[in-house]
Structure formats: structure tokens, C-alpha cells
């Protein structure tokens, strides 16, 4: 029998949130007798099937760091965590009758009132393990923040009956292992290879080294800037290209008039879901320095496109990029370590070789027909 879902996901302020989202909505609409969707705010021209009902949580939460001062920024952003799991509460109670799974897809830390209320009306509580944002913020010198949401993310774990992992290392990544009876690794999306292909060959291409993401200190962008200068020191073929916008965009220009390599990277400023296949497909390498992730989508999507990725074994990274053979591991998040392993992929004889393998573990193991079929297993989880 087909399940009847409410998916839903905390209406964080990111583009990027609602892409990953309606994405699973792919996945979930052919395998659901219902599906609801609670989202901040439906995207202008976003089509589904009628078998979706959308619920609009009308709220959003703003960005870290983007009041001043930061502290006022960090207690609205408190207070509005709280009443938009009050507003999540309220949509989920109206439709309580009309389910039997929720599925808490985006939110971590910030969804425990709404899983709470899911409990209470006796529904299957199904969460996701997407990255651990309290490490992140821990790494990120927000110790007191990071302990916080530490207690909040567990806590969801804890009375959820299922929690998605996008892939087997992420429980050690993230502190699961003390889930393990409850936790699945077979929850990652799935990449379009027919939009996310290769259409400029490796060969082809100038040494271009690029970032793509958020401009914030857990994606490690800091780091990337800092080591341009040592690798111009030795590559004086290479140029860069900073995609992303973030709270840390004035702070990389500084460094760049600092290190005085401006006329070196070009910020490309935030690259919109259609221009992201282009984006990939002109650099020679994609770099993912981050300090905590789940499954990035962003080393899928460059895979698929033929491009070589050198990344942190952080989360699920090592269950996709096997050093010299997939892609390239950065040892530490230092500028040191990623300017090392940018300089080896480069100089790397079968550079061309793993690109080609990187796409065809793409093909194999990331489709939508791949994912629906996962995601058929999951929910038919006790």
C-alpha cells in the first residue's frame, strides 16, 4: 500500500533548500498515495503533479550575520525558530488525519516541536542526517551555538523512528552510530545526467580551479582563497572562479587585494540552478574544502559533468571520492593542504581518466529510477 506523506522542511532563507526539496518531491510523487508539502514559499513557476498539496509556511529565517549587530541577529533568529515551529505545528495539525508519514527533510536542529506534534498524532517520523549543522557550527568557533543545536538535533533523532542518511560514513561524521538500529544510508537524491553532462571535454578546458556554495567559514572558502597565492607560486597557468554569495564575500575581497591575486579569481556572485551545469563544465578542477557536510550535492553534479573534484573527507565524501581514483582528498583545511592537493590533480597523468570513472559512478549509482527505488525501501521501513 502507498504511503500517504507530509514532506516537509524548515523554510530556511537558501535557494538551494527549496531546489533539494523539490527534488525529493520528484522522487516521493510517483511512490505516494498523498504527498503534502510544507515549504517557506512555493517557488514562482514550480509545476507538480495534483497528487501534491502544498501547505506555505509564509515565514522565512534570515541568514546568520546579516543583522547587526550580530548578537541581535543571532536572538531573532531564536525567536523566530520558535515561532515558525509554532506555525509548522498548526499546518501539521490541520492535515494530521490525512497522513500516516512525516518526513522532516530540511531542518535538523530546527524542526523538534514539529516532529513532537508528529509523535503526539501517533504518525512515522522519518528525519534526515544531512550534515550535522552543530558541527559545523562548532568548527566554525560558534561553540555555544554549536552545543545548542547539538541538543536540538538529537533530540529529533531520538524520537524519530527513522533517520536518512545520504550515504554510510555520515554516521560517523555526525555522532550517529548510537541511532544505528534506526538509521538507513540509503537516502541520497538523485543528479539529472541528462542536465548535468558533459558537454566540454577536460582536455578542452583552461585551468580554471572553481568554488561553488555558500561564502561561509564551514564550506572552507576562506581557506581556498588563502592558498591561490601558492599555487600561482608555482602554476602561473591558472586562474580561479568563486560561485556563491554569503556573509564572507566582502571579507574574500579583502583578501584577494591583500594577497594582491584580485586580477587572478573572478567572483561570479550566486549562479542560479540553470547556469550551475555551465559553471562546472568550464573549470578544469571543482574544489570542496568544507568542514562538515552530508552528501554535497555540488561533487555529484560535478561529476556527472566530467569535472575532477578535490575535496575534505568530511560526511559522506569518502563513500564517493576515493583519492586518485574518483577524484582527490584534501588532508586538512588548511591553505597548505588544499593548494597540495589542487596542485597534484592537476599534474595528475590520469586527471582525464577519473573524470570519466567520476561520471559513470554517476550514472550507475545516482539516477532518479535509482532513488525512487530507495526511497520505495524506506518508507516500507517499521
Known amino acids: 500500500m502507498k504511503s500517504k506523506v507530509m514532506l516537509i522542511s524548515f523554510p530556511f532563507a537558501s535557494a538551494t533548500v527549496n531546489q533539494f526539496i523539490l527534488e525529493m518531491v520528484e522522487i516521493l510523487d510517483p511512490i505516494c498515495e498523498k504527498l503534502f508539502l510544507m515549504i517557506g514559499t512555493l517557488p514562482a513557476n514550480t509545476s507538480l503533479s495534483d497528487k501534491v498539496t502544498v501547505l506555505e509556511i509564509g515565514t522565512t529565517l534570515h541568514p546568520s550575520g546579516t543583522i547587526k549587530p550580530i548578537f541581535w541577529s543571532h536572538l531573532l533568529q531564536s525567536l523566530k525558530i520558535g515561532f515558525i515551529q509554532l506555525k509548522m505545528c498548526l499546518l501539521f495539525f490541520v492535515r494530521r488525519s490525512e497522513i500516516d508519514v512525516a518526513f522532516f527533510y530540511m531542518g535538523g536542529y530546527a524542526v523538534l516541536l514539529p516532529v513532537l506534534a508528529a509523535k503526539l498524532c501517533k504518525k512515522r517520523v522519518l528525519t534526515t542526517a544531512l550534515g550535522c549543522g552543530s558541527l559545523s557550527a562548532k568548527k566554525a568557533e560558534k561553540k555555544t551555538i554549536g552545543a545548542a543545536m547539538a541538543f536540538f538535533e538529537h533530540a529529533t533523532y531520538a524520537f524519530s523512528d527513522i533517520i536518512v542518511a545520504e550515504s554510510p560514513a555520515v554516521i560517523d561524521s555526525c555522532s550517529l552510530s548510537k541511532y544505528k538500529n534506526k538509521i538507513t544510508t540509503k537516502g541520497a537524491r538523485f ?192
Not at 583578501?255 to 562546472?280: C, D, Q, Y
Not at 593542504?337 to 559513470?360: F, G, H, V, W
Open 191 to 382: 543528479i539529472d545526467s541528462e542536465i548535468f553532462q558533459l558537454n566540454r571535454p577536460l582536455k578542452d578546458r583552461m585551468n580554471v580551479i572553481g568554488f561553488l556554495g555558500r561564502l561561509t567559514k564551514d564550506k572552507g572558502v576562506l581557506d581556498f582563497v588563502q592558498a591561490v597565492p601558492l599555487i600561482l607560486r608555482k602554476r602561473d597557468d591558472v586562474t580561479f572562479s568563486i560561485g556563491g554569495d554569503g556573509i564572507l564575500f566582502p571579507n574574500i575581497v579583502e583578501i584577494l587585494a591583500r594577497n594582491h591575486t584580485t586580477a587572478n579569481v573572478k567572483m561570479e556572485g550566486w549562479i542560479p540552478s540553470a547556469g550551475v551545469p555551465s559553471f562546472l563544465n568550464n573549470l578544469k578542477i571543482l574544489v570542496v574544502p568544507s568542514y562538515q557536510e552530508g552528501l554535497p550535492t555540488v561533487i555529484l553534479q560535478a561529476m556527472a559533468c566530467g569535472t575532477p573534484v578535490v575535496a575534505t573527507a568530511v560526511g559522506g565524501v569518502p563513500d564517493i571520492i576515493i583519492d586518485g581514483k574518483t577524484g582527490f582528498i584534501i588532508d586538512y583545511n588548511s591553505a597548505e593542504s588544499i593548494a597540495d592537493a589542487i596542485l597534484r590533480a592537476l599534474t595528475s597523468p590520469e586527471l582525464d581518466t577519473i573524470a570519466k570513472i567520476a561520471r559513470r559512478l554517476i550514472e550507475e549509482r545516482y539516477s532518479l529510477n535509482g532513488a525512487i527505488e530507495r526511497y520505495k525501501e524506506i518508507l516500507a521501513m517499521g
